[in-house]
């Protein structure tokens, strides 16, 4: 069974950790009324997994570019093979494009971003408050479509660990 190297394991987990903290997190903050510092440091921290996420997703397209995953099993259907491609296509468009939606809609807002209360990441633009309005439903709609396509992909592994077994979830395990 061919295996994902070591770091392409560390930054899977790591950024599936972080996505998942990340949107638990922003649906909790959206729910606290008020602005209280409860709130404040909740979109901090969201903000700051996002930055990171962006980071690491960086980091991880360029190791994948240089580090060829393992090829599917020759069992796997044909169509199965095209949706895992265009599956693992869009969680990587989306790895970049939810928290780039998150910044510039902070941006439009005119919040800074001070990641991890150490350093101000540049505004992109000024503060718009029309884009923000448009930006707001847009960064939402790519976490609904990144939280449904990570079900999709955990409900796929465990399929190919139960149903298949097929080694296809082994090989992603540290």
Known sequence: ??????????????????????????????????????????????KWMGVTVLLLAAVRLLWRHGNRPPPHPASMAQWQVKAADVTHVLLYVLMFAVPLSGYLYTTAAGV???????????????????????????????????????????????????VDRDDVLKRMLP
């Open 1 to 46: 069974m061919q295996r994902y190297t070591k770091p392409a394991m560390v930054l899977h987990w790591l950024i599936a950790l972080l996505i998942v903290a990340a949107f638990t997190m922003g649906l909790v903050m959206v729910d606290i009324p008020g602005f209280t510092p409860t709130k404040l440091k909740y979109f901090s921290w969201h």
């Open 112 to 162: 800074p971003v001070v990641y991890l209360g150490l350093f101000q990441i540049p505004a992109a633009f000024a503060a718009d408050p029309a884009l923000k309005a448009v930006l707001k439903p847009v960064h939402y709609w790519l976490n609904m479509a990144m939280a449904a396509l990570v079900v999709l992909h955990v409900a796929a592994a465990l399929k190919h660990q139960f």
